[in-house]
């Protein structure tokens, strides 16, 4: 139910503008981070970024799974979701735009399913099964890791900031690890949403545009 009475208050402001500001760090770093030719430097910025910002800012979610989770276990107002999500895509997209602007190339900008090397010649007009099956496996451990990470954000939304954003950092991380060689581990569909609108690479994106099924307990969970 919209409650219109939400936009004078100052508590909904201050929360959306932590959305916004916890998703601008948190892509921009993980962005910063998928430069480099390690592959678990992004997930170690992911994981130490969420850890510090539930720490810090009061554990927003910066991440739209998390917070339709939340709306729709009627936890979070439709009007903070809304301001909230706005927030998060805007950021993302800004870090993205930012992160295009200063990276030598921005190939590694945006999460990919992985697939074999395709064979030279014309691209067939439908997906090959191949390619179709390295998507099923991609989604399943992408479902897989956002599960994980909505459980630890859910599970530690009582604890004290220290505990919860070691136990919540440690999620993404581990997430990022076990998805990332077949989905890029993303688990926060603003991450690649944002990448993908700059950079106008579609491909395969659906695969990150998956919400946790698991219901929260508090409305105040942290990054992912």
């Known amino acids: 139910v919209l409650c219109p009475q939400e ?56 991440n739209p799974a998390l ?60 997906p090959s099964p191949c390619r179709r099956r390295h998507a099923e496996a991609a989604l399943s451990w992408q479902t897989f890791a956002t599960f994980q990470l909505a459980l630890a954000a859910f599970a530690t939304a009582d604890q004290t900031a220290p505990h919860g954003g070691l136990a919540l950092g440690s999620a993404v991380a581990a997430g990022a690890l076990a998805a990332g060689p077949f989905s890029g581990g993303s688990m926060n569909p603003a991450r690649s949403l944002g990448p993908a609108i700059v950079t106008g690479t579609w491909d395969d994106h659906w695969v990150s545009r998956r919400r946790p099924r698991l219901p929260p307990r508090e409305p105040s969970v942290g990054t992912g």
């Open 67 to 126: 917070t339709l989770a939340l709306l729709c276990t009627r936890k979070l107002s439709a009007l903070r979701a809304a301001a909230g999500l706005l927030a998060q895509c805007t950021s993302a997209v800004l870090a993205s735009a930012a992160a295009r602007l200063v990276l030598p190339d921005d190939a590694g900008l945006v999460t990919r399913v992985s697939v074999t090397v395709p064979v030279p010649g014309p691209r067939p007009r439908s």
């Open 7 to 62: 936009l004078r208050s100052g508590c909904f402001w201050r929360g959306v503008l932590a959305e916004a500001a916890a998703t601008l760090i948190f892509v921009g770093v993980v962005l910063g981070a998928s430069a480099a030719s390690e592959p678990l430097a992004p997930a170690l910025a992911a994981g130490l970024v969420a850890g510090v910002l539930a720490c810090t800012l009061g554990a927003p979610q910066a």
